[in-house]
């Protein structure tokens, strides 16, 4: 299984960034995807879920801002992210279960500064 996480970046506060993560070594269509994130010091935490039949979850800190999706042909999980704010700069991981073990992508570091 192979996650592997693209588009972070530097980013004024207001601005936007799309996420993408792409899988292999699963069948993509009927997994669970999920975005974490780490910001330094703190716990990786949950920003957002896409089940395999689209039905999306959001941590209450990006509801209404942020945007998960993905393409089951392209075997590709996109977050769209918008109004970013400094407090969003932190490491996101791409993650699926699978088999009772976690599958965690490189990580994306996103920074959100003027």
């Known amino acids: 299984v192979q996650l592997q996480a693209s588009g972070g970046g530097l980013v004024q506060p207001g601005g936007s960034l799309r996420l993408s993560c792409k899988a292999s070594g699963i069948s993509f269509s009927i997994n669970t995807m999920n975005w974490y994130r780490q910001a330094p010091g703190k716990q990786r935490d949950l920003v957002a879920n896409i089940t395999s039949v689209g039905s999306t979850n959001y941590a209450d800190s990006v509801k209404g801002r942020f945007t998960i999706s993905r393409d089951n042909a392209r075997r590709m999980v996109y977050l769209q992210m918008n109004s970013l704010k400094p407090e969003d700069t932190a490491v996101y991981y791409c993650?699926?279960?699978?088999?009772?073990?976690?599958?965690w992508g490189r990580g994306t570091q996103v920074t959100v500064s003027s």
């Open positions: 993650h699926t279960p699978l088999g009772g073990r976690d599958y």
